[in-house]
């Protein structure tokens, strides 16, 4: 940025949208700032068209909606700011590595290198000579793209277990085990008994891996479970990311160590049981039910894109070990 002299600029576009009523969806106010520093067209006029847009596909939407529509646009005017570029590096921080130094060794020299946007400097080499792909990678990925993550409310949970079936990525999990496997839990890690007479004296978790979750709010979305006192608190509700973000990062790890059920231990299967077990895609490119197998999925067209996804979602049958 230095030797080629380029402009930066900033705004909080999370913040714009969630000011002018338009939640997480920053479409409009990035699409404001590219015209607004980019000089394709004069400022104002930009901004002209852009909101003669806005009328022409949201105005069947109602009023309302153009509204918060054109306050974002201005909104954004008044966030956005340059950050002035100093003459030389002032800073010693590195970026940090792409993946966990617990990752394996294929993580890291090739699929680390893939992630970072410099797959073409890979040797042919560097692959396996039978084209096969480990599986299990996407955990490493650790995207940290939500905003917003689910935290879990034991005492209002009804465990019917929609949550952790609606979540397209398999970032939200429930597990019941013996109450020993806890005795050593992080302070933070929740947990509550088991109401069902299926596992009578078991305990049970939800928990969400903060670093995968992408903040889609469709677990609070489909949560039945409210609190009488006060409705907008359901079992599950979103929560900044950032402050939880440590603190769940071990829940998460230690909750991971807790044992699968398996099939076995299921007296059916169900939407409310399969929850329980171990997900088979999951993360970054799951996007489907994550309890399907392959040979379901692939009649969905699923199986041919999970084919060359890198890192790769599917879980396979190796032992789970918490980056």
């Known amino acids: 940025m230095i030797a080629k002299k380029i402009r ?60 918060r529509n054109f306050e974002a646009v201005d909104g954004t005017l008044a966030h956005l700011h340059e950050v002035p570029v100093p003459a030389e590096v002032t800073t010693g921080r590195t970026r940090p590595p792409m993946v966990s130094a617990k990752a394996p060794d294929f993580m890291q020299k090739v699929t680390a290198v893939i992630m970072a946007g410099k797959g073409d400097l890979l040797p042919v080499s560097a692959f396996p000579v039978d ?72 305990s049970f978790t939800i928990q969400v891996a903060p670093e995968d979750c992408t903040g889609c709010g469709l677990c609070v979305n489909v949560c039945p479970a409210k609190d009488r006192t006060n409705p907008k608190h359901k079992a599950i509700d979103m929560r900044p990311q950032e402050p939880l973000r440590e603190a769940e990062r071990v829940n998460y790890s230690f909750f991971l160590d807790l044992p699968e059920t398996s099939r076995g231990d299921l007296a059916k299967v169900d939407h409310k049981s399969s929850q329980f077990l171990e997900p088979l895609f999951e993360y970054s490119g799951a996007l489907l039910d994550t309890q399907f197998h392959t040979q379901e999925v692939r009649g969905a067209g699923q199986e041919s894109v999970h084919g060359i996804k890198a890192p790769e979602p599917r879980t396979g049958t190796q032992t789970r070990s918490a980056p």
Request: with cysteine; glycine share 6%.
């Open 8 to 67: 930066f600029f900033a705004i909080d576009a999370v913040a714009v949208a969630n000011a002018t009523g338009m939640g997480q969806r920053i479409n409009t106010i990035m699409q404001t700032c590219y015209f607004a520093i980019s000089g394709v067209l004069p400022r104002e006029e930009a901004i002209a068209q852009i909101k003669k847009s806005i009328e022409k596909t949201y105005g069947k939407r109602g009023a309302e909606v153009v509204r």
């Open 131 to 202: 084209g096969t792909w480990p599986v299990a990678t996407a955990k490493w990925e650790k995207r940290n793209i939500a905003f917003e993550i689910p935290v879990w409310d034991p005492k209002i949970c009804i465990q019917c277990n929609q949550c952790v079936l609606v979540c397209p990525h398999a970032t939200i999990r429930a597990k019941v085990y013996d109450p020993a496997a806890i005795e050593d839990a992080p302070a933070t890690f929740q947990s509550t008994a088991y109401k069902g007479l299926e596992f009578k004296g078991k």
